[in-house]
């Protein structure tokens, strides 16, 4: 982010959080300011990952179509589909000295390029280079969406992400959505993102008794709790009765095999109007689809450090 927008949006806040919500009369004008607190933080966290995000996405589509043209020169038949790209070639392009909005342009014209050459090539009934092509930029798409639902919390603002099926599913040709959106069929990462975006970030607390084994294990150092799925539905309830809003935010997922391991921030508004965030880090083992445990390193249960977590550099 640069400098200025920086300090500007520092001030923006504090402002709200020292000034504003303090001296508000009354109880929607606390809720408010407590949320525009939530969304000026929020953008900070975004405009922070803008210029990497922009130049990982350039370069992934760059070794695209470095890669599709070395199909092409491999083929005598797909000499208008590489007259394309001589066509779009110019200078050297660093995207480290670039600004975001260079390189954002630079990725469409790459984008608007690979989808001409994929047509010129269906148009000359090259059906085996065609699929060799489309493959390529099937394995781009994922990387893109990838990005996308990690970047900006993307996956908040998809009402329909219950019925796309994962992108772990579909890389190895998986199957149908309304396959996919069976819970015995989802992978451990895919149980694991639905129940913090879907439950916990979007409060669709029927998913509880769908996502967790019954009972499930919690694992605290020195001690394990056991919870059904009363228990669960009850200490969601309680979080709820203390706060009017709260939303859970995965700042990183970790996958290896069975388990899962996510790094969080949960923003919360307090029915007073109090604004907070809590912050942990939870390894979750998955079994046909059900979270069947957690480990989390506090001593006690439901006592979370105040986060956030610092920005995630990875």
């Not at 982010?1 to 949006?9: K, V």
């Not at 066509?87 to 014209?109: K, N």
């Not at 129940?195 to 607390?205: E, F």
Request: net charge negative.
């Amino acid at each position: 982010m640069t400098p200025s927008l920086d300090l500007m949006l520092e001030t923006v806040e504090r402002a709200l959080a020292t000034s504003i919500l303090p001296n508000a009369t009354n109880a929607a004008a606390k809720e408010e300011a407590s949320l525009a607190i939530l969304f000026t933080r929020w953008i900070r966290e975004v405009l922070d990952d803008v210029p990497a995000a922009e130049r990982a996405s350039y370069r992934e589509c760059r070794a695209a179509i470095d890669d599709i043209t070395a199909r092409l020169e491999a083929h005598a038949t797909a000499g208008a589909a590489l007259d394309l790209i001589r066509e779009m070639r110019t200078g050297p392009f660093e995207p480290d000295a670039a600004s975001p909005a260079e390189i954002r342009q630079a990725t469409r014209r790459i984008k608007a390029i690979l989808g001409k050459i994929l047509r010129t090539i269906r148009a000359e009934g090259d059906v085996r280079l065609a699929n060799e092509v489309r493959a390529r930029l099937y394995d781009l798409g994922l990387r893109e969406l990838e990005r996308e639902r990690a970047f900006g919390r993307g996956s908040a603002m998809d009402p329909d992400w219950r019925s796309i099926p994962s992108l772990a599913d579909l890389s190895i040709g998986g199957d149908s959505p309304k396959e996919a959106n069976e819970m015995s069929n989802l992978t451990p990462l895919r149980a694991v993102q639905m129940y913090n975006d879907d439950v916990w970030g979007r409060h669709q607390r029927e998913l509880i008794v769908e996502l967790l084994a019954n009972p499930l294990r919690r694992h605290h150092p020195g001690h394990t709790e056991v919870f059904t799925h009363d228990d669960m539905l009850k200490r969601y309830d309680n979080y709820f009765s203390k706060n009017r809003e709260m939303r859970a935010v995965a700042r990183r997922y970790v996958c290896e095999g069975a388990y899962v391991t996510l790094l969080w921030d949960i923003d919360m508004v307090a029915n007073d109007g109090k604004v907070s965030t809590i912050s942990g880090i939870e390894i979750f083992k998955v079994v046909d689809g059900k979270i069947t445990d957690v480990w989390n390193p506090n001593a006690v249960a439901e006592q979370y450090p105040a986060g956030p977590w610092p920005s995630f550099t990875p």
